[in-house]
């Protein structure tokens, strides 16, 4: 059923003058123009005596009931209350046994029309819990037919009624894919038969709409298992550019961090990191983590944890601490106050490129953003074992500015000094 099914047009002659609704006891006046009788005896009983419609002096209050119309009325109500309940039927979760059977179905018909009605069925099935999200998935079967859905596609002839018969297929399987027991073996399911499953996936989000590109996203990351299939992934159809697309500031907020968690899943093989550093990535990951309207606290959380995978390069590094250090000063600016993972990725990234590798760079733009003394405020807050020791080898780094940059700090709250 469309969205629009839901909305009922009412013949504007059954509605009431007066009170605008439909009338339950339509009543003539004199002058021959009709109104419910709770509103037009309220009328007269306010001392009036013209007909509200045209304003003409009534020659008598009187009014006579006008059965025709009510029998109209009642007909049509009769007829919307039985639609609305065979599409509330139509709209309930199906039982299992009806699944079962529905997933047998699909197994035999071939008929595209048909085959989506399922689907969509089954869809709103798994919507419904999560007991019946593990039940789909606990179908061997059924989730290797979805698979195979996917590689039918032939881009250049294949129908569009196909291709919906495909994006339902892939969202029961991204909605399901926790579930599953197996993950290494589903992506192997999806990558290792052909690469046109992994294409099909590809091709939905680069042509869909922003509901099945985070679909398409969820089900990439989940697949994406190891180094090998982070590189077919990755270096498959331009997906890269696509996810890049995906965190423009303009994009919606729900796909943002759906890109995100992708691009952090097939981020961890060095080519992946090199190819993410050719195509910009850390200049739009500044802009997300600058811009107020796109930087809530997951977003700041992936985009620092991007950075702090990129930054495990030279090459990556080198455009972070780059330019007039934008980047790095804005990773300053995410120690504190954001969360506890936002704060163990920054510091992650400060003691990467300050005291791993030394960046001159990134001495100066950390200097200069009064990084210092927020090393020092961590170090006396209640962080990880890890952090705490990234955070001393910092500032093994900056120890000759420690005390000047602390006393410059705006505070009235008194700190006792680490050493």
Request: aromatic share 6%; hydrophobic share 40%; proline share 3%.
């Amino acid at each position: 059923m469309r969205k629009d099914d839901l909305y009922i047009t009412v013949p504007s002659f059954f509605r009431c003058p007066i009170s605008l609704d439909v009338m339950k006891s339509p009543v003539s006046l004199c002058t021959g123009v009709t109104y419910d009788r709770a509103s037009i005896q309220r009328w007269l009983d306010g001392g009036n005596n013209t007909c509200p419609a045209t304003m003409q002096i009534l020659q008598n209050k009187d009014f006579v009931p006008n059965r025709t119309l009510q029998r109209l009325i009642e007909i049509w109500s009769d007829s919307v209350r039985r639609r609305a309940s065979v599409e509330s039927a139509e709209l309930a979760a199906p039982t299992r046994d009806e699944i079962a059977d529905a997933i047998d179905r699909v197994k035999v018909e071939k008929e595209e029309r048909f085959d989506r009605e399922v689907l969509a069925k089954i869809l709103r099935f798994a919507r419904e819990s999560d007991d019946n999200r593990g039940f789909l998935a606990g179908k061997d079967d059924f989730v290797r037919l979805l698979v195979d859905l996917m590689s039918q596609v032939d881009f250049k002839s294949t129908s569009a009624p196909k291709l919906l018969v495909v994006q339902e297929a892939v969202k029961i399987l991204s909605m399901i894919r926790s579930k599953l027991s197996d993950r290494r073996r589903f992506s192997n399911l999806v990558l290792n038969n052909g690469r046109d499953r992994l294409t099909t996936i590809v091709f939905l989000f680069k042509t869909g709409n922003v509901e099945l590109k985070i679909v398409c996203a969820g089900l990439l990351e989940f697949i994406a298992i190891d180094s090998e299939s982070k590189v077919l992934i990755a270096e498959r159809d331009g997906l890269v550019g696509e996810l890049m697309k995906s965190i423009s500031r303009d994009s919606d907020s729900s796909l943002i961090e759906a890109a995100l968690s992708c691009l952090i899943a097939i981020s961890s093989p060095r080519r992946v990191k090199l190819n993410l550093i050719r195509e910009k990535l850390v200049a739009d990951l500044t802009r997300l983590l600058t811009d107020p309207t796109t930087s809530s606290v997951s977003v700041t959380e992936k985009c620092l944890k991007l950075l702090e995978t990129l930054a495990s390069t030279k090459e990556g590094r080198s455009e972070i601490c780059g330019g007039d250090g934008e980047c790095l000063k804005t990773v300053v600016k995410k120690l504190m106050k954001v969360s506890t993972a936002a704060t163990e990725h920054a510091v992650t990234v400060l003691w990467s490129v300050s005291y791993l590798f030394k960046e001159e760079k990134a001495l100066e733009a950390v200097t200069s953003t009064n990084g210092v003394t927020k090393i020092l405020l961590l170090l006396q807050s209640n962080c990880s074992p890890a952090v705490r020791r990234m955070l001393t080898d910092l500032l093994k780094v900056f120890k000759v500015n420690s005390r000047s940059c602390l006393s410059a700090y705006d505070t009235k709250t008194t700190h006792i000094m680490p050493f």
